[in-house]
């Protein structure tokens, strides 16, 4: 049986899982996926997490150059996150001669081609299964199980904290800053929330299913992105009542030559199947030309899912598989050319809207007449309980329309004088 | 760029699919995959087929020896089904130093063990994505995406054709029989349904994925298995109104040293992922011990879905992954050990009863009666329509029982002078 010899770097909640895994498992692997994987070094700065993590003291590295330089290390894992030092330690191990393993989508969203690079010209590779969707083989679905296809469409639910986040507001009738409070205390949200509600996370994630399943680099800070911050309880239960549940959704379509890349909030129908994707679960539908719809779905963030996929990979490596697959595919190669994204104006979705309108005889024509100028069409209107000249809440879903015909609708019917405040709008699809 | 030439045996309906596929796009694979595929060789007997097809003469073989005899070819893709000349073919490419691709799955469920060792005895791989699950790639996810898991269970709906029949009668209100016909009319279900609705594809599917999960060899005979075609539409609209679907499952779990395999009609409730899979989809829900559960959801089958399953395995064994994988994987080794398979009696679950019970005084006092004391609970009764002297339908819904004692009970309820013609029971997952 062969064996391969693996280095850790960073031993934070995943890195702890890929250690205990390993240590407990690694050998044991053999008979049934065909090679022992030892748990030869650790790096980890933080003494705490070392203890915590009930690593070996024999197995701790000084630092991540000791598993880097070390002759007998076939694969590095790097679990520490962020860009640097990362990116770094990718790079070095890799010029060394390391094949590597990381969950890092920040740093393959904005240094891919640069990590890619430099793995081609070691004859090295490097596999991310973990760094989209938790536990959820996505990547190697994209990128293998629907090869033959000319991919159409990524459609997914790719965090999990705002997917808790939204649930929570869904199903339980909780504000975003309560919803977030608890998912802040049971560990579902960091203390800084930024990254997750922004949409940042998604659009990294996004990035690189795109680049993997469109076979086009992406300028990731190109790709329109609208977080959930903004959310008002108040829309999400009006959208319920219509029959639409929200999820923040990462969108990306293949339109011609360009590409449509977009990451916000969006009213999805109760029947479609990512509506029913609840809490912190994860769901990718990828439609193809010849398979049609697919959808992809489980636990999309935490130790035990990330760990899954981790280990997958550094088992995909060991065999030697993956390094064919990252020799041989165009979209780790040096060919695919920029993507280009279309104008976020251009893109065509139905739309919730909500206007606070002061009730006044004529003031559904006027909006309406604006609606029409505008080449949009309504599809229903929630009718208020009208109070003659008290505010009230317009809320409306529009036929298909195009996003810019439409905000700048909202502009103008910001500027009626029977409308008080900022109108809200929220996309719909499915 | 690399360029492997492929043959064909078979150009039914998926053979179409690959060979139009092979023909379009195969060189065009090139960049994106990293190799060309060539289809060099097609045999088919009916010549209607190949006219339809719409292959050039000139790659028309006079019969498969051709192709296997043809030096050039290194992959030989098997889809003329069923057992022979099934495998005759497949293990004479293996021999003659070919890869094969197939999507017979009742040959491998049948015949894996022999047409694995004359694989690796030849040095040679076989691969079969598309033998479960039509398009989703499921699979390649079991057996690499999880591969880091103890796999724990299996629950899948694994068969299109009886999906279909049971989303018909569950939302148009038909009968087995009026569904059944309007499939076959549609094309999702052959002349002769026995195959799909007796539940026997199911098993073969099953056999499959618990080879794959489970690392063990599988007596699919030994699976227990029971068809759709003896569910009453009355069971399906009572049930619904409990709030249970009707799903027919393929279910694998591992229980100890033992495994649990079985294929019946199965009550999921309403908010269960599966339970929203309709018409001709699949889903398997996998669920390991690090990843938790996942869920695989796409077309089951069909030409497009199918034939994308089955050049995904080409361009995985042309790229040389698969035939690691094939070489290495325990499951395809001759190491696996026969699967003990849990006696279905042992079994427990939840049970949806009906029984036709004339309306006495002291009638559910006398069956509640007899399932106590075969220790089985009552969770639900649906009162029906008492009227004195006529017989009239007792639906229940139990607690988990253990299937024998269910068995047992039902065999003494339907011996009650006030219980008429056979009770009903069917199995509540979820």
Redesign the interface.
């Known amino acids: 049986m062969d064996q391969v010899k693996v280095g850790l770097v960073g031993l934070g909640t995943i890195g702890a899982?890929v250690a205990q895994?390993l240590l407990e498992?690694g050998r044991a692997?053999g008979?049934?996926?065909?090679?022992e994987l030892l748990l030869a070094r650790v790096a980890e700065l933080d003494r705490a997490k070392i203890r915590k993590a009930k690593v070996p003291a024999k197995l701790v590295a000084k630092n991540a150059d000791e598993i880097i330089d070390d002759p007998d290390i076939q694969i590095v894992i790097e679990l520490i996150g962020g860009i640097h030092p990362a990116r770094e330690i990718i790079l070095s191990a890799l010029k060394k001669g390391k094949h590597v393993v990381t969950a890092n989508k920040a740093l393959l969203a904005a240094h891919g081609d640069t990590i890619f690079k430099t793995a081609r010209k070691a004859g090295r590779c490097i596999s991310f299964?973990a760094s989209v969707g938790g536990?959820?083989?996505v990547i190697?679905?994209l990128r293998?199980?629907?090869?033959?296809?000319g991919i159409q469409t990524i459609f997914g639910i790719v965090n999990g904290t705002t997917n808790y986040i939204l649930t929570q507001m869904t199903q339980a009738d909780k504000t975003y800053a309560d919803a977030l409070g608890e998912a802040q205390e049971k560990g579902y949200a960091e203390a800084d929330p930024t990254a997750d509600v922004s949409g940042a996370d998604s659009t990294h994630k996004l990035a690189i299913l795109a680049r993997i399943g469109f076979?086009m680099r992406i300028d990731y800070h190109k790709i329109y992105r609208e977080g959930i911050d903004k959310i008002h309880l108040e829309d999400l239960q009006d959208a319920l009542k219509l029959g639409y549940v929200l999820k923040l959704l990462a969108i990306g379509k293949r339109q011609g030559s360009q590409l449509e890349l977009r990451v916000h909030p969006t009213l999805l129908p109760m029947?479609h199947?990512l509506a029913?994707v609840n809490g912190v679960y994860n769901a990718i539908g990828i439609s193809?030309d010849?398979?049609?719809?697919?959808?992809?779905?489980?636990?999309g963030a935490g130790r035990?899912?990330t760990?899954?996929?981790v280990?997958?990979d550094v088992?995909?490596v060991a065999?030697?598989?993956a390094p064919?697959?990252f020799?041989?595919?165009?979209?780790f190669s040096s060919?695919p050319k920029m993507a280009r994204l279309m104008d976020i104006t251009k893109i065509k979705t139905r739309y919730f809207l909500r206007i606070n309108v002061i009730d006044r005889p004529g003031v559904l024509a006027k909006i309406s007449g604006v609606l029409g100028r505008n080449e949009i069409s309504i599809a229903s209107v929630v009718q208020p309980e009208w109070r003659h000249g008290k505010l009230v809440p317009l809320v409306m879903m529009t036929h298909t329309a195009m996003s810019g015909h439409v905000r700048r609708a909202m502009r103008q019917i910001d500027c009626l004088d029977v409308v008080k405040g900022k109108s809200r709008l929220i996309r719909v699809e499915g």
């Open positions: 899982g895994i498992r692997f008979p049934k996926v065909g090679v299964e536990g959820i083989p190697g679905a293998d199980g629907l090869a033959a296809n076979g029947d199947p029913m193809g010849w398979v049609g719809s697919t959808m992809f779905y489980g636990r035990e899912p760990t899954s996929a280990v997958a088992i995909d065999l030697g598989r064919i697959t020799s041989k595919r165009g979209c060919k």
